[in-house]
């Protein structure tokens, strides 16, 4: 299972564009890349996966470069409620485990 | 539609007594997965099924622990005889697949304190 790395901790205000950076230098090629999002008392939430270059729903945009080594998760617009701690995780389509890391913790200010 | 129910939200018990969490994944859902979650070690997956068969449970503490899922609509994690070091939020996830790319959907989690 490829390993991730993001920040521990962003700090942000209401009304910016936030970018969570996750690496991955040892992506397979069979590799998808999801984000999950944890509020406090709640269990994680699927928000976005993508393979390469860019996907973008109603909650996030995830660019991915040519050599996957790393992937940016972009929140456009942040509120208050964004609050939460994000996770990057990597794992290939016949594979079964996710594991996640420590998350990068997202505090939005007023 | 409903999504993953764990029970209960919280318990606290004494140590060395039985625990039991249950869980009931959304329907149709093929996978099942047993996670714990602690300030150190983050979140821990435990174990998980697919289609009702454990498929790993080389997560699982010790011989305490054990996990069940006799039908497609529950399953159950019991610790016995229980410990304070077990205290802990532990979630319940469910997917349409076993593969890792398919999103796992998570319940609300059961805050289990060990006296």
């Known amino acids: 299972l490829a390993k991730t790395t993001q920040p521990i901790s962003m700090d942000s205000y209401e009304g910016q564009e936030v970018n969570i950076t996750c690496s991955h230098n040892?992506?397979?090629?069979?590799?998808?890349i999801t984000w999950y999002q944890q509020f406090p008392s709640q269990g994680p939430r699927f928000i976005i996966q993508g393979y390469k270059t860019k996907v973008t729903n109603e909650v996030a945009s995830l660019f991915i470069p040519a050599d996957r080594k790393s992937s940016t998760l972009s929140l456009p617009r942040v509120s208050l409620s964004d609050t939460a701690v994000y996770y990057c995780l990597v794992g290939g389509k016949y594979g079964n485990k996710l594991v996640f890391g420590a998350g990068t913790i997202l505090r939005v200010k007023s | 539609d409903a999504g993953v129910i764990q029970s209960p939200r919280h318990e606290v018990t004494e140590m060395g007594q039985e625990v039991t969490l249950r869980c009931k994944p959304i329907?149709?859902?093929?996978?099942l997965f047993w996670y714990r979650q602690t300030m150190m070690r983050g979140l821990e997956l435990l174990i998980y099924?697919?289609?009702?068969?454990?498929?790993?449970d080389s997560g699982m503490p010790e011989d305490r622990f054990s996990a069940k899922m006799p039908n497609a609509s529950f399953s159950t994690l019991k610790i016995q005889p229980s410990e304070p070091r077990d205290s802990a939020v532990y979630f319940c996830a469910s997917s349409l697949t076993g593969s890792s790319i398919q999103p796992q959907h998570f319940g609300d989690g059961t805050r289990l304190s060990i006296l």
């Open positions: 040892n992506i397979a090629t069979n590799d998808y």
């Open positions: 329907s149709g859902h093929n996978s």
């Open positions: 099924f697919n289609n009702n068969v454990p498929i790993d």
